[in-house]
C-alpha cells in the first residue's frame, strides 16, 4: 500500500479505512502526519522503521484494535491524542529519545490505570484526568526509596534503644 520513497505519510491518507488490519512503514518515511491512520479500527499491527522522526497528532486515534506499538528509538516527537482510544492497547514501549510528548498522547485504559509508568531514562509517565502525560520529573526508583526509608527507621529504633540501655551498662 505504502511505497518505498515516500518521505511522509500524508494527513488522513487511511482515515477510518475499516480494512487496514497491518501495515508495515516503509524505511523511507521519516513523518506520519496528523490523522493519518484515525479510526482504523482493525489495524492490529504497525511496524515501524527506525526512519520515523515524528508520529502526528491524531495520528493513531481511534484505532481500537490495536494490542502493541513499539515505538522506534529515531522517534522524537509524539504529537497530541496520537494514539487516543486504543482501548486493546496492552503494551507500549517508548524509547529513550523522545524529547517531546504532546497533551493526552494516550487515554487511560485497564494496563495503566493502576500503575506507574517510565522511559527507560526515568522519566515518569504520569495520568492526570485519565490521560496518560510525560513529565520532566526524574524519578528514583520506588524500591530504594522503601530501603532508605527502612534502613532511617532501623536506625531511628536503634538510637532509641540504645539510649535507653545507656544507663544499665
Given at each position: 500500500?505504502l511505497?518505498?520513497g515516500?518521505k511522509?505519510?500524508?494527513?488522513?491518507?487511511?482515515?477510518?479505512n475499516?480494512r487496514?488490519t497491518?501495515?508495515?512503514?516503509?524505511l523511507s518515511?521519516?513523518?506520519?502526519?496528523?490523522s493519518?491512520?484515525y479510526?482504523?479500527?482493525?489495524?492490529?499491527?504497525i511496524?515501524?522503521?527506525?526512519s520515523i522522526?515524528?508520529?502526528?497528532?491524531?495520528a493513531?486515534?481511534g484505532?481500537?484494535?490495536l494490542k502493541k506499538i513499539?515505538?522506534?528509538?529515531?522517534v522524537?516527537?509524539?504529537?497530541?491524542?496520537a494514539?487516543?482510544c486504543c482501548?486493546?492497547?496492552?503494551?507500549?514501549?517508548i524509547p529513550?529519545?523522545?524529547t517531546?510528548?504532546k497533551?493526552?498522547?494516550?487515554?487511560?485504559?485497564?494496563?495503566?490505570?493502576?500503575?506507574?509508568?517510565?522511559?527507560?531514562?526515568q522519566?515518569k509517565?504520569?495520568?492526570f484526568?485519565?490521560?496518560l502525560?510525560?513529565?520532566?520529573?526524574?524519578?528514583?526508583?520506588?524500591h530504594?526509596k522503601?530501603?532508605?526509608?527502612?534502613?532511617i527507621?532501623?536506625?531511628?529504633?536503634?538510637?532509641?534503644?540504645?539510649m535507653k540501655?545507656?544507663p544499665?551498662?
Open positions: 500500500i511505497k518505498d515516500m511522509s505519510i500524508p494527513e488522513k491518507m487511511f482515515s477510518e475499516s487496514l497491518r501495515i508495515l512503514i516503509p518515511v521519516t513523518h506520519i502526519k496528523n493519518a491512520f479510526k482504523c479500527t482493525s489495524l492490529e499491527q511496524m515501524f522503521h527506525s522522526k515524528s508520529i502526528g497528532s491524531e493513531f486515534f484505532c481500537s484494535s513499539i515505538i522506534p528509538s529515531s522524537t516527537f509524539i504529537g497530541s491524542r494514539f487516543y482501548q486493546s492497547l496492552r503494551e507500549l514501549s529513550l529519545s523522545l517531546s510528548i497533551e493526552s498522547f494516550f487515554q487511560e485504559n485497564d494496563m495503566y490505570s493502576n500503575s506507574e509508568l517510565y522511559t527507560s531514562n522519566n509517565l504520569k495520568l484526568d485519565n490521560e502525560h510525560l513529565t520532566n520529573e526524574k524519578v528514583i526508583n520506588s530504594i522503601k530501603n532508605y526509608l527502612l534502613l527507621i532501623i536506625l531511628v529504633l536503634f538510637c532509641f534503644l540504645f540501655l545507656l544499665f551498662i
